[in-house]
């Protein structure tokens, strides 16, 4: 299980499954070794939806962002 928060405000957004959480990981770039943190921006998840990514962690994508364009985020592995 991950926990995913808003990197600014510290605030949890949603849970995500072992599985969904390397599926994220595997379509946004990780700035350096280590990183906990990642930019989410609205054309990745469509990137990730149109190469058939579960429909379910689309919509959790989508619902992290709020109807923002983009987002900043963190992760903590439970």
Not at 22 to 45: K, M, P, T
């Given at each position: 299980?991950?926990k995913i928060f808003d ?45 058939g990514t579960d429909t ?23």
């Open positions: 299980m991950v990197l600014e405000s510290d605030q949890f957004i949603v849970d995500l499954t072992d599985e969904e959480f390397a599926a994220l990981e595997e379509a946004l770039e990780e700035e350096s070794i280590g990183d906990v943190d990642y930019y989410l921006h609205i054309s990745d998840v469509e990137f990730m939806e149109e190469q379910k962690l689309i919509a959790k994508l989508k619902a992290m962002l709020e109807g923002r364009e983009d987002r900043e985020i963190r992760f903590q592995k439970i």
